[in-house]
């Protein structure tokens, strides 16, 4: 037997306290171990929040000009309103003064202020500087109150003309990020690289008055200069408005380019909404009015699209214009019956098909070029593809696979159905028709300016294609300047300037369907016609005003932006007067063939509501004058002809002042259409004439 003397005793439990020991030991050097290095940068970050307080200095962000230097958007000075819970002494007092003046919920602040883990919590971003005065004017009166208030510089977005080129522009979130537009096209430009300041603190959150402050200064964001010219821009704005009203239409949208360069001038789109109070809490509202519809939506574009088909059909030596044509009022295509607008337009050049409209002839130019030969011709125009204009979310509209195409679809195509095409798309390939023949690269941004002068990136003028020759683009200014000078883009002339054009109606469809009570009218053009210094596409979107095609609904606004435009852009009258007026004979009871002759010999055009053979009703009344060459609306199917008593006597405004004369024409349901300036001298349509309710009036007056 084994004797355990008090030595072993001793001997083993020196010995179990050395392991326990070693083992401690041990333990403290994998824990310091982890402290040091695994943890030790989180450990630094969490000790440096609890001895310094940092605050961001947001840095300026660029501003948005016009190519004048207008300011279109920039920065406004605001602030954060921030707390440090810890110094809070009086949270209900605290809630009593600030909640109405930052218009926040009660229970969210203090829920903020519980955070006593936190140095500090936000409570307000983007405050005006009358409210943070007003904050500060309290804390001078109640200081127990509001301790550990504190407030750091922020900055609020600011859109000095409101509404004007809202959907462009575009918006920023409440951090100043770009959200959509030209923000969000060129946020890292604008945005600049914010700052840091850094202070040391005690345990309170309370600046030591001896301690460190680190200042690291923001780099502001470069200036975005574009191309657009604010006071053309208010041209538009101010038009469409009248469009929208007059026209009860569901939404307007017109852009202005120079032709040989695809710079944009203006672009617009009505309703609009304020990005300075822009509808955050409505979602879907919001999500609609960021989107720019001029470059995201696709639409047929129906007649305007025929300038595209002449053009490549003179081009490619398929016709000319003095080529001998018949419209029989429809044609069959793969047992598809397309009609012409109108019964007949019987025998007509090419030229005259163009001036009419007629749809059959564009179908037999659409079906000459046949599938290859049309189609390089599209793709040329930047059909089916972005133009790559420097905007989000832009749309290629859409044409039918090539191998896909039918006779029929190509006979559609070639008046303008069965291919979409972006508003944006559709002006660039005209201007390409008639700048000489060169497709360009639409733009916005002119340059982007550093805030030390710096140019970092500037814009030159891109051509993509070139699709018809420069001998086609002149035959096509020709032409196009006799639609509005002697066909159906006559509303669109402008007294002492050479205008070109072509009018179009579109249609609508709904869940699938062809809406037959509403089209989409429009109005592409063009002047000088013999140099085209700029170009204006006007979109009119299921107006109520009936008839609603583009001749009615779109050309005179484009008429008024180009009357507006050419004498601001320094481009003068040629001195011709291109808009004699005629009487309306009286048509009604004729047969279609017996009117047409006497409106042609009147020097007016005609057109049908159908196929039947006696005139019902005439619109406008007989004894109204209207510009030469204007159309008159026969309506020749059953149903009660329009009454009578729907026209209005035209007053006479001479010797009156704008006011006045438009105070008396408006209470007659009449628009005033203002030339010159001073006392009225000369009125068109005559004094004591009856025309249709809404018509407008041509005032001219004089300094004297």
């Given at each position: 037997m084994r004797l355990t003397t008090p030595g072993m005793i001793i001997r083993k439990r020196l010995i179990w306290l050395g392991v326990i020991i070693t083992l401690l030991f041990f333990a403290v050097v994998v824990r310091v171990g982890r402290l040091t290095i695994v943890d030790a940068e989180a450990l630094t970050a969490r000790g440096v929040a609890q001895w310094t307080r940092s605050g961001v200095i947001t840095a300026e962000r660029g501003a948005i000009l016009d190519r004048n230097g207008d300011v279109l958007a920039r920065n406004a000075t605001a602030y954060i309103v921030s707390a440090a819970p810890r110094q809070v002494q009086d949270v209900e007092a605290l809630c009593d003064l600030l909640c109405p003046l930052l218009g926040l919920e009660r229970e969210a602040v203090e829920a903020k202020l519980a955070r006593r883990d936190m140095a500090t919590v936000t409570l307000k971003r983007q405050v005006t500087r009358d409210v943070v005065d007003a904050i500060r004017d309290l804390a001078a009166e109640q200081p127990q109150a509001l301790a550990g208030i504190t407030f750091d510089q922020d900055s609020l977005r600011f859109y000095p003309h409101g509404t004007m080129l809202s959907q462009v522009l575009g918006l920023t979130t409440v951090d100043g990020e770009g959200q959509s537009g030209l923000e969000q096209q060129y946020d890292d430009f604008l945005a600049g690289t914010p700052g840091r300041i850094v202070s040391e603190v005690d345990a309170r959150a309370r600046t030591l008055p001896d301690g460190k402050t680190s200042y690291i200064p923001a780099t502001p964001g470069a200036n975005v200069r574009l191309t657009v010219d604010s006071t053309i821009q208010a041209f538009v704005d101010r038009v469409l408005r009248e469009c929208l009203a007059v026209n009860g239409a569901r939404r307007v949208m017109a852009i202005v380019m120079e032709p040989d360069t695809a710079a944009i001038l203006a672009m617009s789109i009505l309703p609009a909404f304020d990005p300075n109070d822009p509808p955050r809490s409505d979602l879907d509202a919001l999500q609609e009015g960021m989107r720019i519809q001029l470059i995201s939506d696709v639409y047929e574009p129906g007649s305007t699209f025929k300038i595209l088909t002449a053009a490549a059909a003179l081009d490619a030596g398929l016709t000319t214009p003095e080529e001998g044509f018949y419209c029989s009022g429809s044609i069959t295509v793969n047992g598809d019956r397309i009609r012409c607008w109108r019964s007949s337009h019987g025998a007509e050049t090419m030229a005259e098909a163009l001036m009419n409209s007629c749809n059959p002839v564009f179908t037999e130019l659409g079906l000459r070029l046949g599938v290859e030969t049309f189609y390089q011709y599209l793709y040329a125009f930047g059909l089916g593809t972005k133009t790559g204009v420097d905007l989000p979310g832009e749309s290629a509209g859409l044409l039918i696979g090539?191998?896909?195409?039918?006779?029929?679809?190509?006979?559609?195509?070639?008046?303008?159905?069965?291919?979409?095409?972006?508003?944006?798309?559709?002006?660039?390939?005209?201007?390409?028709?008639?700048?000489?023949?060169?497709?360009?690269?639409?733009?916005?941004?002119?340059?982007?300016?550093?805030?030390?002068?710096?140019?970092?990136?500037?814009?030159?003028?891109?051509?993509?294609?070139?699709?018809?020759?420069?001998?086609?683009?002149?035959?096509?200014?020709?032409?196009?300047?006799n639609v509005v000078a002697q066909g159906g883009g006559r509303n669109a002339a402008v007294e002492g300037y050479r205008i070109g054009g072509k009018t179009g109606t579109a249609q609508v469809y709904r869940d699938g369907r062809i809406a037959h009570d509403v089209h989409i009218g429009s109005f592409v053009g063009f002047a000088p016609a013999d140099d085209p210094q700029v170009a204006v596409l006007v979109i009119v979107d299921e107006a109520e005003l009936q008839p609603d095609y583009g001749g009615t609904t779109a050309a005179p606004f484009a008429r008024q932006i180009l009357a507006d435009t050419l004498p601001y852009l320094g481009i003068q009258p040629d001195g011709r007067n291109d808009t004699a007026t005629v009487r309306v004979p009286e048509v009604t009871g004729l047969s279609v063939e017996e009117a047409m002759e006497a409106l042609k010999a009147a020097g007016l055009s005609d057109m049908t509501d159908g196929e039947a053979q006696t005139v019902l009703s005439q619109l406008p009344a007989p004894g109204a004058e209207m510009a030469e060459g204007s159309l008159v609306m026969l309506y020749v199917t059953d149903g009660e002809p329009p009454d009578a008593q729907a026209y209005v006597l035209v007053p006479d405004v001479t010797g009156m002042s704008i006011v006045e004369a438009s105070r008396q024409l408006r209470a007659r349901n009449l628009n005033l259409q203002v030339d010159g300036s001073g006392l009225a001298t000369g009125q068109r349509p005559a004094a004591d004439t009856f025309v249709a309710p809404g018509s407008t009036v041509t005032v001219t007056f004089e300094t004297r």
């Open positions: 090539r191998k896909y195409v039918k006779d029929v679809d190509l006979a559609r195509i070639g008046f303008g159905q069965s291919v979409t095409v972006t508003p944006l798309q559709m002006i660039t390939a005209a201007c390409a028709v008639v700048n000489g023949g060169y497709l360009m690269q639409p733009y916005l941004v002119e340059e982007i300016v550093a805030q030390d002068g710096e140019v970092l990136q500037r814009t030159l003028p891109t051509v993509v294609s070139r699709p018809i020759s420069g001998e086609t683009s002149a035959t096509m200014r020709a032409l196009l300047e």
